[in-house]
């Protein structure tokens, strides 16, 4: 690749990673297909769980209670449920799917490059 070319790449990079605020939060490998981690991310703790090659980002603490989603909770397809008192969310949307929770968490856009996980906050 031309010298110029890896320059414009660089900095196209670190201006888009600077303007969305695109946070790396751990290895792809760190994660295991149907697992998921309590991560600290700029700071705001998340829920960060892997379906197949796909990584779906919420905020750790349920909207009920504020126990730890990805900690003490379970990962079924696409939904987490609170290992608390059971209420379930929709790990693309963070809407919440079951009571006792009446509110949803927030979800965040997730990218996969180079082996590592990156969250846009
Ligand atoms: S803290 Fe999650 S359902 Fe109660």
Request: aromatic share 6%; proline share 2%.
């Amino acid at each position: 690749m031309p010298e110029y070319a890896v320059l414009l790449k660089t900095s196209l990079t670190v201006g888009y990673n600077t303007l969305m605020n695109r946070i790396k939060a751990l290895s792809l490998a760190e994660l295991s297909d149907g697992s998921m981690k309590t991560v600290r991310v700029g700071g705001k703790v998340l829920t960060i769980a892997r379906i197949g090659q796909e990584i779906y980002a919420i905020d750790d603490a349920c909207s009920h209670a504020e126990c730890s989603l990805g900690s003490e909770g379970f990962v079924d397809e696409l939904t987490v449920m609170c290992g608390c008192h059971g209420s379930r969310f929709d790990l693309v949307t963070g809407k919440v799917l079951s009571l006792p929770a009446t509110e949803d968490v927030k979800s965040y856009r997730t990218e996969i490059e180079g082996g590592d996980v990156w969250i846009i906050l």
